[in-house]
């Protein structure tokens, strides 16, 4: 009876240990989870900042239609103008393949307020096949190498999203589908990047209760 009592204190000694470990443990992974902010797309680009005017440049796409980067001359306004979002890519890029359907799929689900448009440089039979194999026909495909320059793009795949302003609102190396979420987030909360944002939430002083 006395080895029956005891084997049951050890029990409850036992639990209340192992629920004090398990505390423990929660407070860390919540103050991990504090300090490691989420991954946005890094902004390398020595010829452009977030929130400056977009360079104009008026480009043919593969079906020899004409569009203009960072279109100034539509001064209604009334009419809706909509954000566009550069993602350059190329053939030869593995990650690029990789981020296709994903970028084809934001480019749907947000098609009320953002054009994606396609762009790229060397020749133009490359891509032609290359636009066929990944079923990019629907969206507009620019070979240009004056592009790539005038945006500063060095490192590939990278996007850069100009408001409906025609404002560079977020740019970056684009690597995964939160990368490219995150040029969105940083349009919406008017930041350069979520690291500046992140940033600047946990530089704010907390408000005590």
Not at 17 to 24: E, P, R, T
Not at 68 to 80: F, H, L, P
Not at 162 to 185: K, P, Q, V
Not at 189 to 201: F, R
Request: hydrophobic content about 45%; charged content about 20%; aromatic content about 8%.
């Amino acid at each position: 009876m006395e080895f029956l009592v005891i084997s049951n204190i050890f029990l409850w000694v036992g639990l209340v240990v192992m629920g004090v470990i398990n505390f423990a443990l929660l407070r860390q992974v919540g103050v991990l989870y504090e300090r490691v902010a989420p991954a946005g797309a890094l902004a390398m680009n020595k010829n452009l900042e977030v929130g400056q005017a977009a360079p104009e440049l008026a480009l043919q796409t593969l079906d020899s239609k004409l569009i203009t980067i960072g279109d100034k001359s539509n001064t209604d306004q009334d009419a809706k103008k909509k954000s566009q979002l550069l993602f350059f890519v190329s053939p030869d890029c593995p990650v690029c393949k990789t981020l296709l359907p994903a970028i084809k799929s934001a480019a749907q689900a947000e098609d009320d307020w953002v054009d994606l448009i396609l762009a790229s440089d060397g020749h133009k039979q490359d891509h032609q096949g290359y636009r066929k194999q990944f079923d990019l026909e629907g969206f507009p495909y620019v070979i240009s190498e004056l592009l790539g320059k005038t945006y500063g793009v060095a490192k590939l795949p990278y996007a850069v999203l100009i408001d409906e302003n025609n404002n560079i609102a977020s740019m970056g190396i684009i690597n995964s589908r939160e990368h490219l979420d995150s040029l969105f987030e940083a349009k919406e909360h008017k930041v350069a990047s979520i690291q500046d944002y992140m940033a600047k939430s946990s530089a704010k002083p907390s408000v005590s209760a």
